[in-house]
């Protein structure tokens, strides 16, 4: 069997598709994006391929360790993005070459389904308690949103004060065994990080997350002290060549890769690997398409250390398109009592629309960009 030939999409509402195709008839999918970031990465994914035409797909490993080593500059989000997609399109195809989930390639299963979580809160949280009732009440059993806006290095205690109140209002509504997780971001720098880490202890948070940018993770060792909510991060790290050091350090408690910007499955079961060692969970970052859903879950099914998915449903970026419209199928990702089952499919299991990516792909390609924030004195601040 021999690469013949791949096709990207862009499609909304923030998403970049490739489909490869090969000489039996077997295709596969991947979602390799970079959100903001689509046309960079499609580029990337054209030049990565000159190296796959013509050659077999089952070689993954090979194929993965050209595409990263075979260019003298390699890693970083663009380039790792770019694999990761063509990576999941491979595993794709094996799977179905072979008939069989990816998760038994990968050894096997050791979980049937996965905990799922939900968004709520959008880019400003407010109305937070009553979203998370009204997903408690459509089966979530956990619930993330941002912790605020934007916040400068030392800022009034008025806007910690309104998170602590939002997170309130979500354990008084929802009860006390509902997940919360709390993402600072990397909105956040340490010297805030630190005093709204302790302010949110009393509520026993399933996780605060990025509570600095990875670029600072030295400071995750001073933030730890002023919290015993478990320490989640990962989401803007490419390799496990960058999670080494931070799980060396020993100050998370929780890594977040993901799959469609870290190396795809062949990385990422790596980087879940070297996590369990280190007796740390994996809840993988996933606010993106249904392609990497199914990536995830099926490395999520083989992980000791997977303890609960992202998934996109109903995600305030979702606009004009959702997780679901893009698949044959939509109860492949049916939600039951914050679970959802591993697709059992061949490949990523999942089928996927083509005529409908097509469509989307002319009729509405996307220059999805992330918004630029401003503090009141004019200097740029993290999104």
């Known amino acids: ?146 912790a605020c806006e934007e916040m400068q290095y030392i800022d009034t205690h008025d806007k910690v004060d309104k998170v602590v109140e939002r997170v309130a209002a979500i354990r008084s509504a929802a009860g006390p065994d509902f997940g919360i997780g709390v993402d600072f971001h990397g909105r956040i720098h340490k010297p805030m990080a630190k005093v709204l880490a302790k302010e949110l202890d009393p509520f026993r948070l399933m996780f605060i997350e990025e509570p600095v940018l990875p670029e600072n993770n030295e400071a995750l ?12 991060t990962g989401e803007r790290m490419f390799s496990r060549w960058n999670f080494k050091s931070l799980l060396q350090d020993g100050y998370v408690d929780i890594i977040q890769p993901d799959l469609s910007h870290a190396g795809g499955i062949t990385e990422c079961k790596k980087i879940f690997a070297m996590a369990e060692a280190f007796d740390v969970g994996v809840a993988p970052h996933c606010p993106l398409g249904p392609i990497a859903l199914a990536a995830c879950l099926q490395v999520d099914a083989t992980a000791h250390n997977a303890v609960i998915q992202e998934q996109s449903l109903g995600i305030h970026y979702n606009q004009g398109n959702d997780l679901l419209d893009y698949i044959v199928d939509p109860n492949v990702f049916a939600y039951d009592d914050g679970y959802v089952q591993i697709p059992q499919g061949p490949g990523l299991g999942i089928t996927v629309n083509e005529e409908y990516v097509i469509r989307m792909a002319l009729e509405a390609p996307h220059r999805w960009r992330n918004p630029i924030w401003r503090h009141r004195d004019g200097s740029v601040a993290e999104w």
């Open 1 to 146: 069997m021999k690469i013949t030939n791949f096709k990207t999409f862009i499609v909304p509402p923030r998403w970049l598709f490739l489909k490869i195709e090969t000489d039996e008839g077997i295709v596969g999918w991947g979602e390799p994006v970079i959100e903001g970031k689509a046309h960079t990465v499609q580029a990337a994914v054209d030049e990565l391929m000159d190296f796959l035409v013509g050659k077999d797909p089952l070689r993954i490993e090979d194929h993965w360790q050209v595409m990263y080593r075979g260019g003298f500059y390699r890693g970083g989000p663009i380039l790792m993005s770019a694999i990761a997609g063509i990576d999941q399109a491979l595993w794709d195809i094996k799977g179905k070459y072979f008939n069989a989930p990816v998760y038994q390639l990968l050894g096997g299963a050791c979980r049937d389904s996965m905990r799922v979580y939900s968004w709520i809160g959008g880019d400003r949280p407010s109305d937070v308690g009553l979203a998370a009732l009204e997903k408690k009440n459509a089966g979530f059993t956990a619930i993330k949103m941002n």
């Open 221 to 232: 060792r001073e933030i730890a002290k002023h919290t015993s909510t478990p320490i989640a």
